[in-house]
């Protein structure tokens, strides 16, 4: 009877905990859906054709498109020839953002996308493998009347990928080819309140420089920024979680050290994972609304890289100490097969990134993939970071597969055991397959999550209430992820009473020896963890 009413109330408190955690990850989504506007926001501009009359002895270099300084336009290119303007003459001029806007540093990022609108001309067609340049520049300032200041200047090319649906005759000259979008620029930061962007197209028959790219109608760009509403949300949510994961890291690295052994690998992988949720938690884009830090894209890709490899870490060392029959267990060198392909994926990556966003750091203009050595380089780190991670997914199978196929080995002999010794040994196995059973659940939701708003238009409309399904998508994983990551370290902190080895071993008939085997990582002699202290209770009537 007494036995019954421990097990009921363990079952209440585990119930509890885990009731906790998932009203938290129901606000993390709810959070992202009903408070939060959509992630991003895209605006499309148009270019006005500039003419650049006064070239070198003009006053000043930046030609407007609006405004009381702006420069004098063309409407296209029919008008240039009949006014005998040279091409190289023209400036496409687009101002970010549009009349009566201003940007803000809550808007974080600005990535830039390029359209170019390009007719069908019979004695002027875009040749195969043709490359535009583009000779390119962006200036700045923060109020509307004082000198434009010169941010970044390049000349850039961009392979046109076109095609035209129509027989390329006479007939249909005037049509338009239908050509993908163009990377065009990346900014880290949004420092300053207006931005001008100066676009000409060299012509330079003799280098073939702009030869065989169709007749230019006009250049179209859309420029897309996070919303100021979701940095806010985005930045109020890392602020609270920060202290939260921080404190329960910092509770749980003592209860490890009040013990009289040495932390086992389990322990202190759990809580490297612990150190690189509160790397990625720390909030220092508050610092990115007073300062120009153009790095802060390059810092959060280098952040998410080491708390992933980390993760990825854990479930293989999580695996491997729950091998009961292993025999190289606590020592990280016992994984280098499995941790080996997690490193080497994770250095592609960092060399990748560093291959496009480090470059952009001095030119917002550049993009690795605009060259053919760039291409096939960013390919090779992203084929290798792949096959790494295929190794991995098996590796991860296999040793989930001998985990279990271990555990029905020792389920065949539970009936035999006495029951306080049976219930010790299902509380184990009940904590591996609980873990995993979680992990699944939150990898399937990420994945999920991710699908969902990829297919959907961003928002569902609930009756009187918007449900922004993408801003729920970031607010609710990131919460997720925090909270698997609260739910590790809570669960498997070693309990502050100790338990000596009577009183674990002796009392429940268990051998010593194998108890030790089974349990080396997590109920060491010394005392055991809180999810094993709940669960255990019922052993002990």
């Given at each position: 009877?007494?036995?019954?009413?421990?097990?009921?109330?363990?079952?209440?408190?585990l119930?509890?905990?885990?009731?906790?955690?998932?009203?938290?990850?129901v606000?993390?989504?709810?959070?992202?859906?009903?408070?939060?506007?959509?992630?991003?926001?895209?605006?499309?501009?148009?270019?006005?054709?500039?003419?650049?009359?006064?070239?070198?002895?003009?006053?000043?270099?930046?030609?407007?498109?609006?405004?009381?300084?702006?420069?004098?336009?063309?409407r296209?290119?029919?008008?240039?020839?009949?006014?005998?303007?040279?091409?190289?003459?023209?400036?496409?001029?687009?101002?970010?953002?549009?009349?009566?806007?201003?940007m803000s540093?809550?808007?974080?990022?600005?990535?830039v996308?390029?359209?170019?609108?390009?007719?069908?001309?019979k004695?002027?067609?875009?040749?195969?493998?043709?490359?535009?340049t583009?000779d390119?520049?962006?200036?700045?300032?923060?109020?509307?009347?004082?000198?434009?200041?010169?941010?970044?200047?390049?000349?850039?090319?961009?392979?046109?990928?076109?095609s035209?649906?129509?027989?390329?005759?006479?007939?249909?000259?005037?049509?338009?080819y239908?050509?993908?979008?163009?990377?065009?620029?990346?900014?880290?930061?949004v420092?300053?309140?207006?931005?001008l962007?100066?676009i000409?197209?060299?012509?330079?028959?003799?280098?073939?420089?702009?030869?065989?790219?169709?007749?230019?109608?006009?250049?179209?760009?859309?420029?897309?920024?996070?919303?100021?509403?979701?940095?806010?949300?985005?930045?109020?949510?890392?602020?609270?979680?920060?202290?939260?994961?921080?404190?329960?890291?910092?509770w749980?690295?003592?209860?490890?050290?009040?013990?009289?052994?040495a932390?086992?690998?389990?322990?202190?992988?759990?809580?490297?994972?612990?150190?690189?949720?509160?790397?990625?938690?720390?909030p220092?884009e508050?610092?990115?609304?007073?300062?120009?830090?153009?790095w802060?894209?390059l810092?959060?890709?280098?952040?998410?890289?080491?708390?992933?490899?980390?993760l990825l870490?854990?479930w293989?060392?999580?695996?491997?100490?729950?091998?009961?029959?292993?025999?190289?267990?606590?020592?990280?060198?016992?994984?280098?097969?499995?941790?080996?392909?997690?490193?080497?994926?994770?250095?592609?990556?960092?060399?990748f990134?560093?291959?496009?966003?480090?470059?952009?750091?001095?030119?917002?203009?550049?993009?690795?993939?605009?060259?053919?050595?760039?291409?096939?380089?960013?390919?090779?780190?992203?084929i290798?970071?792949?096959?790494?991670?295929?190794?991995?997914?098996?590796?991860?199978?296999?040793?989930?597969?001998q985990?279990?196929?271990?555990?029905?080995?020792?389920?065949s002999?539970?009936?035999?055991?006495?029951?306080?010794?049976?219930?010790?040994?299902?509380?184990?196995?009940?904590?591996?397959?609980?873990?995993?059973?979680?992990?699944?659940?939150?990898?399937?939701?990420?994945?999920?999550?991710?699908?969902?708003?990829?297919?959907t238009?961003?928002?569902?409309?609930?009756?009187?209430?918007?449900?922004?399904?993408?801003?729920?998508?970031?607010?609710?994983?990131?919460?997720?992820?925090?909270?698997?990551?609260?739910?590790?370290?809570?669960?498997?902190a070693?309990?502050?009473?100790?338990?000596?080895?009577?009183?674990?071993?002796?009392d429940?008939?268990?051998?010593?020896?194998?108890?030790?085997?089974?349990?080396?990582?997590?109920?060491?002699?010394?005392?055991?963890?809180?999810?094993?202290?709940?669960?255990?209770?019922e052993?002990?009537?």
């Amino acid at each position: 009877m007494a036995g019954a009413i421990i097990e009921n109330m363990s079952t209440k408190k585990l119930c509890i905990v885990g009731g906790i955690l998932l009203i938290f990850q129901v606000i993390a989504f709810l959070v992202g859906g009903l408070i939060a506007p959509s992630p991003t926001t895209a605006v499309p501009y148009v270019s006005v054709k500039c003419v650049d009359v006064w070239k070198n002895h003009h006053k000043t270099k930046w030609l407007m498109p609006w405004g009381p300084n702006q420069c004098e336009k063309i409407r296209d290119l029919d008008e240039a020839m009949s006014r005998q303007i040279e091409a190289n003459d023209i400036v496409f001029a687009v101002h970010i953002p549009l009349p009566t806007k201003e940007m803000s540093p809550w808007f974080q990022f600005i990535l830039v996308i390029l359209q170019l609108d390009i007719a069908f001309k019979k004695n002027n067609e875009i040749k195969d493998n043709a490359e535009v340049t583009l000779d390119v520049s962006l200036a700045y300032r923060d109020d509307l009347f004082s000198e434009w200041k010169e941010m970044a200047h390049a000349i850039e090319t961009r392979k046109l990928k076109c095609s035209f649906a129509s027989p390329k005759t006479i007939e249909h000259e005037g049509r338009h080819y239908d050509c993908d979008v163009l990377p065009f620029m990346e900014i880290g930061t949004v420092a300053h309140k207006f931005y001008l962007i100066n676009i000409r197209l060299p012509v330079n028959e003799r280098k073939l420089i702009n030869v065989g790219i169709g007749e230019i109608k006009d250049v179209r760009l859309v420029g897309i920024h996070q919303n100021g509403g979701f940095t806010k949300v985005w930045f109020a949510m890392k602020t609270f979680l920060t202290p939260s994961i921080f404190i329960i890291m910092v509770w749980y690295w003592r209860r490890i050290t009040m013990m009289t052994r040495a932390p086992v690998l389990l322990e202190k992988v759990i809580f490297a994972l612990g150190i690189s949720m509160t790397f990625i938690n720390i909030p220092v884009e508050w610092f990115s609304i007073g300062f120009d830090w153009t790095w802060m894209l390059l810092f959060g890709d280098i952040r998410q890289g080491i708390f992933y490899a980390m993760l990825l870490s854990f479930w293989i060392i999580f695996c491997g100490e729950h091998m009961m029959d292993q025999n190289e267990r606590n020592h990280l060198s016992g994984y280098w097969k499995q941790v080996g392909p997690i490193a080497v994926g994770a250095f592609c990556l960092f060399i990748f990134d560093m291959c496009e966003r480090g470059v952009q750091l001095k030119n917002p203009f550049y993009s690795i993939w605009t060259t053919d050595v760039g291409t096939e380089l960013a390919m090779a780190f992203i084929i290798v970071a792949g096959i790494c991670l295929c190794l991995y997914f098996l590796f991860l199978c296999f040793m989930v597969f001998q985990v279990f196929r271990n555990i029905s080995g020792k389920q065949s002999s539970l009936p035999a055991m006495t029951k306080a010794r049976r219930l010790h040994y299902e509380g184990l196995i009940f904590r591996f397959k609980f873990l995993m059973l979680i992990t699944l659940a939150c990898a399937a939701m990420t994945i999920i999550f991710f699908i969902v708003s990829q297919v959907t238009e961003g928002h569902w409309k609930w009756g009187d209430f918007t449900v922004q399904v993408n801003s729920a998508f970031f607010t609710g994983i990131y919460g997720m992820w925090n909270l698997y990551v609260f739910a590790l370290m809570f669960l498997y902190a070693p309990s502050h009473k100790n338990y000596g080895e009577d009183q674990s071993n002796g009392d429940l008939g268990v051998n010593s020896g194998e108890e030790l085997q089974l349990t080396t990582t997590i109920t060491h002699v010394d005392g055991p963890t809180e999810v094993y202290k709940l669960a255990r209770k019922e052993a002990q009537e």
